[in-house]
């Protein structure tokens, strides 16, 4: 006999998406439930970096920056282009900066401006080259109590003693370059023993937001259930009502939102939607995403969109698990190579075009995936890499598994990555000519803002740019890594569910990785998707 209980709204999935949309319905009165597959919650949520792209949001109106509406809406219409209906743009650019007050006034969450992060296409009409993304303060995980245990480990957790922000980054890979280096590793332990003088457990970034928000949901008396999977939607009268967790019927007669990520660990459906090669092995999303949401929608009639892409970057295919590769390849002295050992992109470019280029380009003849990012000691002795100090050898296991070669020529180098020699020492000689005029006249690596970013103050005449040629000289294997699909349920401007036929599916809304992404099939700025999710799980606690 199937056990049945029953709560006004059932929100699957405890990321940014799910824990928003319950906040934003328990705040309308509504007896909310979360259900969570995992042990854990956060999901990737509290695995990332927390960047939010959330333009004219009071936090960076007060800060000063000069975002009016009319630019939002002129830079998103750019970059996303037809991909996305207007609607549902003007619907995430309407409801973002409310979802930031929202969470302002009902979570311990307090947010910074990430000053100086550009916007990645400035140079479009409504760019901003300082940057429009927020990240969150400081939260105190004591706040969570017994729950803290529950909360989802970071990808790269920041050293112990430390609280470090997504852009300190920027200056601790200067450390050996830069006096704001040194000047930000004294900074980023202050801040630590400031906090915890005070009785706090300060944590940032990824663990930060999922932190604050499952604190909202404690406040706000919010159960999550562990270890409870979405199994199937339940419907009644033509609407869905509630969701089988196995033996379990949970009704939810307002309707059920589904935020339960995307399906980057899910083969079958990577096989079955997106470009070879493709796997589970090179994605840094949580490893519960399996699709289980949006195959349970599709069951219903969802229409799905932008099951082809992901929120692609260059990953090193490291043996302890794949490392999402973004100040390394920014920084000067480095290019990527196909494997006719040419060089094929804007290296410095936004990640998920680096990817999506790799991919337009690999073909039999000319191998693009994997591409091959090529430096030498010069490089290695002036700039941070992982966690890896400069000047420090890689780990032994690195060298092992094939990830990173090292050679003290390059002919020996072309040879242990299996490309032409006479290829990639024409291509590092080019390079190296675009290093000392300080213009890249093939791919325009440094004309941008965004570019410049990750560079380095110090290098002259181009902060991206340098030559390679002090040996020995390194390749680092580079594959097409992920932090999550962005393709999922096909969802209208309220987050409702819609079919092929553009009718909606009563009862049934969708956010975040589960829904088809409002960025279509590019990227923003830092935090375009946990912006995107956070407001359209707000859309829906609100419409259910």
Request: charged share 20%.
């Amino acid at each position: 006999m199937p056990v049945i209980t029953e709560y006004q709204v059932v929100v699957v999935g405890s990321g940014a998406a799910g824990m928003t949309a319950a906040l934003a319905a328990a705040k309308r009165g509504l007896r909310t439930l979360v259900i969570e597959k995992a042990a854990t919650f956060g999901g990737s949520t509290a695995r990332s970096g927390a960047g939010i792209w959330i333009p004219n949001n009071e936090v960076i109106l007060a800060a000063g920056v000069p975002d009016t509406p009319a630019k939002a809406a002129a830079y998103l219409a750019r970059v996303v282009g037809a991909d996305v209906p207007a609607a549902r743009q003007q619907a995430f650019l309407a409801n973002g900066p409310a979802m930031i007050s929202f969470v302002l006034r009902n979570s311990p969450l307090r947010f910074r401006w990430m000053e100086g992060y550009s916007d990645y296409y400035p140079s479009l009409e409504g760019g901003m080259p300082n940057g429009r993304s927020i990240e969150p303060a400081p939260f105190d995980a004591n706040i969570l109590g017994a729950q803290l245990p529950r909360l989802n480990p970071a990808y790269i957790p920041a050293p112990d003693g430390t609280v470090v922000f997504t852009t300190d980054y920027k200056w601790l890979n200067l450390i050996a370059r830069h006096p704001k280096g040194l000047e930000t590793a004294a900074a980023i332990v202050s801040r630590y023993l400031e906090l915890a003088a005070h009785g706090q457990r300060p944590v940032t970034m990824g663990q930060a937001l999922a932190g604050g928000l499952r604190a909202g949901l404690i406040a706000a008396d919010v159960p999550v259930w562990h270890e409870t999977p979405l199994t199937e939607l339940y419907v009644e009268n033509g609407r869905v009502a509630g969701v089988w967790s196995g033996d379990t019927l949970i009704k939810a007669p307002r309707g059920v939102i589904v935020g339960s990520g995307g399906f980057e660990h899910n083969e079958r459906m990577r096989k079955e939607f997106q470009r070879e090669p493709v796997g589970v092995a090179w994605t840094m999303g949580a490893a519960s995403n399996t699709g289980d949401g949006i195959e349970a929608g599709a069951r219903l009639g969802a229409a799905l969109d932008l099951m082809e892409d992901a929120w692609w970057g260059p990953a090193i295919p490291l043996p302890e698990e794949p490392y999402f590769c973004l100040a390394e390849r920014t920084l000067p002295g480095n290019i990527f190579v196909n494997g006719l050992g040419r060089r094929f992109v804007n290296e410095a470019a936004p990640y998920s075009d680096v990817v999506h280029v790799m991919y337009d380009l690999n073909t039999p003849t000319a191998p693009h995936i994997p591409a091959w990012m090529i430096t030498d000691q010069n490089y290695r002795n002036r700039y941070l890499f992982k966690d890896v100090a400069p000047m420090l050898e890689f780990p032994a296991a690195w060298y092992a598994s094939g990830a990173v070669h090292k050679a003290w020529s390059i002919d020996e180098l072309a040879r242990k990555i299996g490309v032409p020699a006479a290829n990639l020492h024409a291509t590092i000689r080019r390079f190296n000519s675009f290093a000392w005029s300080g213009k890249d006249l093939d791919f325009k690596r440094g004309d941008s803002q965004y570019d410049r970013y990750f560079a380095d103050p110090v290098q002259w005449p181009s902060d991206c740019l340098a030559p390679i040629d002090i040996p020995p000289y390194y390749a680092f294997k580079i594959v097409p890594g992920d932090l999550g699909t962005k393709g999922g349920m096909r969802t209208d401007a309220r987050a409702r569910v819609l079919r092929a036929d553009g009718s909606v599916i009563p009862g049934l809304y969708a956010a975040g990785n589960a829904s088809g992404a409002v960025m279509g099939h590019s990227y923003a700025g830092a935090g375009a998707t946990l912006g995107p999710a956070m407001t359209f799980g707000y859309v829906a606690g609100r419409e259910v």
